[in-house]
C-alpha cells in the first residue's frame, strides 16, 4: 500500500517534470522561427506542442537508455525516483527563473544520480553508462550542430547569396517551418521519453514490471506525450527570447540552418538511443549559423552563460536529488517523506511564479 | 581507456547522419529557393525557356526536399 502510495507521488511528479521539460524547451524549438518573424508566436507553440505529443510516439530507444543506462536496478527504490524528479524539477525552475536554456534531461539524470548516490553509495551508479551515453555525446553533439549548421549555412550563402533578398527571406521562412517541424518532431522524440523511462524505473521499482521483461507500457508513453505538449504549449517566454535573439540576430536563412542542424542532430542521436539534451544541440546550432557568417555577430557572453548553466546542470541537480533523498529519509521510509516534500515543492513553486508575476514580465519575442 | 568506453559506432554514426541529413536538405532547399527566384527573375525578363528550366530546378529540389524528409522519419520510426 505504501509503495502505491509512493509509486503514485512519482508518477504525478514525472508528469509535473515532463509538463517542465515542455515548458522550459518550447524556446529550442520556436524560438527561431519566431525571431525570424517565420510564425506568429502563438501558432509556433501550438504547432510546436502537437508535433512534440506525435513526436513521443515515434520511438522508444531512449527510454530504455534512461531507465537501464545509469543507475543500477537493484538500488533504485520509488523514493530514489521521486528524489531524482524534484532534484530536476528544481534545477530546471531556477534556470527558468534566470532565463537560462539548461538540460532538462541533465538535469533528470543528474537528479537521478544523485539520489541513486545518497541512497546506495556511488557503487550502484554506471559510470560507464553515464560517461558513454551521456557526458560524451553532451560534449560531442552541440559540437556536431555548430558545424553541421556552420556548413549549411556557408552551402546556403553559396547558393543563394546572390539573389534578391525579398524572395530568399520569404523561401527560407517557409523552410523553417519545415525545419522547425522537424525540430518539434525530435524534441517530442528524445524528451518524452525520458520521463517514459524514469516513470517506468518506478514501475520496474515497485514491482509492477519485472525487470527480467522491462518495457514502456502505452499508457506511460500516452500520458508522456499530453504532459510534454501541454508544457510545451504554454510556453516559456523568457528563454525564448535569450535563444531567438540573445545569442545572435538571425536573418531566415541562419534560422533555416540552425534549426535543420539541430533537428537532424537529434534525430541521429534517438536512432542510437543517446538522451541528448535538445537545448545543447539547438544553442550550439544557433552559434554555429552565426559564428559562420560573422564571428563577432555571436553574443559570447550570453554563449558563455549558457555554457555554465550546462556545466553546473549535472553536479547541481545530483546536489539536489541527493538532498530531497536524505530529507525524505528523515521521515523513515514510508509515503509520508515524499507527501511532505512534495506539498513543500508545490509551495515553493507559488511562492516564485508569483513573485515572477509581479516583476515585469518580457513580451515575446516578435523581432 | 576513454577511447575503450566510448562507443565510437554510435557516435560517429550520429555525425556522418547528422552532417549528411543536415548538408542534403539545407542543398536542396536553397536550390528550390534559387530555382523560384531565377525562375520568376526570367518571367519578367521574357525568357520562357530558362524561366521552364529554373522551374523544373525548383519542382525537382522541392520533392527532393520531401522525399529526405520522408526517407529520415521512415529510418527513424524502423528503430
Known amino acids: 500500500m505504501t509503495g502505491d502510495v509512493i509509486l503514485v507521488i512519482v508518477i504525478c511528479t514525472a508528469v509535473a517534470f515532463d509538463f517542465t521539460n515542455g515548458f522550459h524547451d518550447t524556446a529550442n524549438v520556436v524560438a527561431t522561427p519566431i525571431s525570424t518573424r517565420a510564425i506568429a508566436p502563438r501558432t509556433a507553440v501550438a504547432l510546436a506542442s502537437l508535433l512534440n505529443f506525435v513526436g ?112 530568399v527571406n520569404r523561401g527560407f521562412r517557409l523552410g523553417q517551418l519545415l525545419s522547425g517541424g522537424l525540430l518539434a518532431l525530435s524534441h517530442g522524440t528524445n524528451d518524452a521519453q525520458k520521463t517514459m523511462g524514469v516513470i517506468t524505473l518506478a514501475l520496474v521499482a515497485n514491482g509492477n514490471i519485472a525487470a527480467s521483461n522491462f518495457h514502456v507500457p502505452t499508457w506511460v508513453v500516452v500520458i508522456s506525450a499530453s504532459a510534454i505538449a501541454a508544457g510545451t504549449f504554454t510556453g516559456g517566454w523568457r528563454i525564448i527570447r535569450t535563444v531567438g535573439s540573445r545569442i545572435i540576430s538571425m536573418d531566415p536563412a541562419q ?73 525524505s529519509q528523515l521521515f523513515g521510509s514510508g509515503a509520508i517523506g515524499p507527501l511532505v516534500i512534495s506539498i513543500a515543492l508545490v509551495v515553493a513553486l507559488a511562492v516564485v511564479f508569483v513573485r515572477r508575476l509581479q516583476q515585469t514580465a518580457p513580451a515575446p519575442v516578435t523581432s | 581507456m576513454i577511447r575503450a568506453a566510448v562507443d565510437a559506432g554510435a557516435l560517429v554514426k550520429m555525425l556522418y547522419s547528422s552532417l549528411l541529413a543536415g548538408l542534403s536538405v539545407s542543398i536542396v532547399v536553397s536550390l528550390a529557393i534559387y530555382g523560384v527566384t531565377r525562375s520568376s527573375d526570367m518571367r519578367r525578363l521574357h525568357r520562357g525557356g530558362a524561366a521552364t528550366a529554373y522551374a523544373v530546378l525548383a519542382l525537382v529540389a522541392a520533392a527532393l526536399t520531401a522525399a529526405l524528409v520522408v526517407y529520415g522519419l521512415i529510418l527513424l520510426t524502423r528503430k
Open chain 1, 255 to 327: 534560422g533555416f540552418a540552425a534549426q535543420g542542424a539541430g533537428a537532424t542532430v537529434i534525430l541521429a542521436a534517438s536512432s542510437v538511443g543517446y538522451p541528448l539534451s535538445t537545448t545543447h544541440v539547438i544553442s550550439g546550432a544557433i552559434m554555429g549559423a552565426g559564428a559562420a557568417k560573422n564571428v563577432s555577430a555571436v553574443r559570447w557572453g550570453v554563449a558563455g552563460n549558457i555554457v555554465v548553466a550546462w556545466v553546473l546542470t549535472l553536479p547541481a541537480a545530483a546536489g539536489v536529488g541527493a538532498a530531497v533523498y536524505a530529507v
Open chain 1, 56 to 167: 513521443a510516439f515515434i520511438s522508444l530507444k531512449v527510454a530504455t537508455t534512461v531507465a537501464q543506462g545509469f543507475v543500477s536496478d537493484q538500488a533504485v527504490t520509488t523514493t530514489v525516483v521521486f528524489a531524482g524528479l524534484v532534484g530536476a524539477i528544481t534545477w530546471n525552475l531556477i534556470t527558468w527563473y534566470f532565463g537560462l536554456p539548461s538540460s532538462s534531461s541533465h538535469a533528470l539524470i543528474g537528479g537521478l544520480v544523485g539520489a541513486v548516490t545518497a541512497s546506495a553509495g556511488f557503487s550502484a551508479v554506471n559510470g560507464n553508462g553515464l560517461l558513454t551515453k551521456l557526458i560524451v555525446p553532451a560534449l560531442v553533439a552541440p559540437l556536431i550542430a555548430f558545424t553541421v549548421a556552420g556548413l549549411s549555412i556557408l552551402v546556403v550563402y553559396g547558393i543563394v547569396g546572390r539573389l534578391r533578398l525579398g524572395p
